[in-house]
């Protein structure tokens, strides 16, 4: 997803019900484990991150904040 600033960030969501609670329908759906996800984004100079459910109760986590909770740093 692109935010104001024009930066393009990876959507992760929680649950199922937290995609959902998006304006339009859902497109496809997959579970992955976190770490694998967060260790992706770090390898895709094209993202500045991942937002957690873009919908509700947001959280952003830029690269530095992913380096940080998988102890890279």
Same mark, same amino acid.
């Given at each position: 997803?692109? *935010?104001?600033? @024009?930066?393009?960030?990876? +959507? +992760? =969501?929680?649950?199922?019900?937290?995609? #959902?609670? @998006?304006?339009?329908?859902? /497109?496809? *759906? =997959? #579970? *992955?484990?976190? +770490? /694998?996800? =967060? !260790?992706?984004?770090? /390898?895709? !100079? &094209? %993202? &500045? @991150?991942?937002?957690? !459910?873009?919908? !509700?109760? *947001? %959280?952003? #986590?830029?690269?530095? #904040? %992913?380096? %940080?909770?998988?102890?890279?740093?």
């Amino acid at each position: 997803m692109k *935010t104001g600033d @024009g930066k393009v960030w990876w +959507a +992760a =969501f929680t649950s199922f019900e937290e995609e #959902l609670k @998006g304006g339009g329908s859902v /497109q496809s *759906t =997959f #579970l *992955t484990d976190i +770490a /694998q996800l =967060f !260790n992706s984004a770090l /390898q895709v !100079n &094209e %993202i &500045e @991150g991942i937002i957690l !459910n873009p919908w !509700n109760r *947001t %959280i952003m #986590l830029d690269k530095n #904040l %992913i380096n %940080i909770i998988l102890g890279n740093m």
